[in-house]
């Protein structure tokens, strides 16, 4: 069966540099075989650019199934490199404008990775629609997760009117400018300035009036803000715990604290969330997701005595 689509006609000795070309660009429709004509060879691409005509084209055998990925916003992010692969996953949604491939684990302070474009816009910056809210994320500058969703809907769902927030790892916003659909006021803090300056984009975006961000070490936030907050969201898994005293001396009597951490066993935090939080607290725990075989993402549901 033949198909009619848009074509790129080159000689065929320019075919590779073409072929290559087009596939970086995310423009290659790799659905369709090449077209051979005489001494040329005819690319079909995914939309009409400059020196396109239609061709009729034959569809390639067995190229239906998509190689393995998770969609952020605009962004495809695979688990190979696999440019061919980048091209299929690109032509398959109009939605997509670029496939990312991870070359770095998740790492440092800031929990960013470093990625490579595989196909597509060059650039890992996009808009993520969540709930109604669109935040716009940097993959590269700010770690954005959109597996966290769920929670964030969970927590918001817990918020009483008026309650005085704080997250203190806000990143890009998600948690704050979720929550502030409920709260009298959110402060947002983080140490990594790209996270904080698409967080205050992100305000404005979605029209936050009451999030206030911060940039700003969560060790110091007692300082800056000598308040009692009635929530508090804790969502740095690795290291979390270090933070806990400091959670525990911001937060009002009565008041939550939503603690996330990795952890390998049941009940891994509770001995240290009770001996910090005294004899009043009570605490619960949950799986959010699995991590890696033996450890997940929990979340620890604090109620300060
Ligand atoms: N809550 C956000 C979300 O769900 O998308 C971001 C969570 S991310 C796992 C943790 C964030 O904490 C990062 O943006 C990082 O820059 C920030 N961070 C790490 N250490 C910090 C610290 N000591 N004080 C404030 N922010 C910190």
Not at 102 to 124: Q, W
């Amino acid at each position: 069966m033949t198909v009619g689509q848009w074509g790129i006609r080159v000689p065929a000795k320019d075919g590779e540099g073409t072929r290559q070309a087009l596939l970086r660009e995310g423009a290659l429709d790799v659905m369709l075989k090449v077209l051979h004509e005489g001494n040329d060879l005819v690319f079909a691409v995914t939309a009409k650019r400059d020196g396109a005509a239609r061709y009729e084209f034959e569809e390639q055998p067995g190229r239906k199934e998509l190689p393995r990925h998770e969609l952020v916003g605009g962004i495809a992010i695979m688990q190979e490199n696999d440019p061919n692969g980048a091209a299929l996953i690109l032509a398959s949604r109009p939605s997509l404008h670029t496939v990312l491939f991870p070359t770095s684990e998740v790492s440092g302070e800031y929990r960013t990775r470093d990625y490579i474009v595989l196909a597509g816009k060059e650039t890992t910056r996009t808009e993520v629609v969540e709930h109604g809210h669109r935040f716009v994320v940097d993959l590269a500058g700010a770690y954005f997760s959109a597996r966290l969703s769920t929670e964030r809907q969970r927590i918001l769902g817990q918020v009483k009117d008026g309650e005085t927030v704080l997250d203190m790892f806000a990143g890009v916003g998600p948690f704050a400018i979720s929550l502030a659909a409920r709260a009298g006021v959110v402060v947002a803090a983080d140490l990594n300035f790209q996270a904080v300056r698409l967080m205050m984009e992100n305000i404005r975006k979605n029209r936050a009036t009451n999030v206030i961000p911060v940039l700003a070490d969560a060790r110091h936030l007692e300082k800056i803000f000598p308040w009692k907050f009635d929530r508090i969201v804790m969502n740095l898994p690795l290291s979390g715990t270090e933070f806990l005293t400091e959670a525990f001396r911001l937060v009002r009597p009565g008041g939550t604290i939503h603690f996330y951490s990795l952890v390998s066993k049941e009940g891994e935090h509770l001995d240290r969330i009770r001996e910090l939080g005294g004899a009043g607290v009570t605490v619960t725990e949950r799986e959010v997701r699995s991590y890696s075989p033996g450890q997940w993402h929990a979340v620890y549901d604090i109620i300060a005595g």
